[in-house]
């Protein structure tokens, strides 16, 4: 894991990385439709971070629709290199869900399983070698209410229309202790560009997953349903989203999550993934 610090600790912290005892990418399978959202803190400069990509890939192959992964490119090391300092990666909501939401991260790759503090931890990021074991514990649990969601994309005036519906799950009764709230995020597969890697500098590194947007009015979630009310179906709408020239909508995803919404708890409840 990358301290920011220095390039001493940066080398420090591959050999750290290689001795440590790690959970092995094992997820066990539940008979429940929960699917996970991990957000993963990653950047450009940030020599151990493809390890925890190929480590997400791996735990998210293993059940597939079960786990959704989100690369939010922020904080020290998602600085553009000076070889390749058009290629930011870098979003706006990104940064400030960094620093005031789900960070700041202290060490890279870190990542955010669900926005749940587990017991133990102390912060909402966590090392990659307990991303196993905290996805496999929230994928068994299950989730309160549903998501389905469809897009739409004009290609001629580059605008998409998204809509989200919820519907509550029929075990879960009674009212809500926290605030709902609804997150829409539009991600990209496929960016080539520079990464820094063990093996050194790659131009033609492949960035998988890189959050482009929040396209929820509020990057810390739309409220749904407050405090004290009951769940009930919500559908959300957002429509005219123009996709910018330099995104490749073929390879772009939305990824929409219903989650609890305040200072305590900002639990992810339930997630689900589209193409665009």
Known sequence: MNKILNLTTIALSIAILSCCDEIPPTITPCQTNRVVL????????????PTGAEKLEQLSSQNPGKVIAVAIHAGYFSTPSTNNSYHDLRSDDGLLLESLVLG??????SASINRKIFTGENQLPTNLTKWAGYISTEICDRPIAELSATSTYDAQDSMATVTVNMTPSTYFTGSLEEDLALSIMI???NIIGYQLTPQGSNSNYVHKHVLRDVISSDYTGDILITKGNVLSPQQVVISDYKIPAEWNPDNCHIVAFIHYKSDANKSVQQAIEIHL
Do not use: A, D, K, L
């Open 104 to 109: 700041p991260v202290s060490g890279y790759p």
């Open 187 to 189: 991600t990209e597969n």
């Open 38 to 49: 991990v957000e993963e803190f990653t950047g450009v400069s940030c020599v151990n971070c």
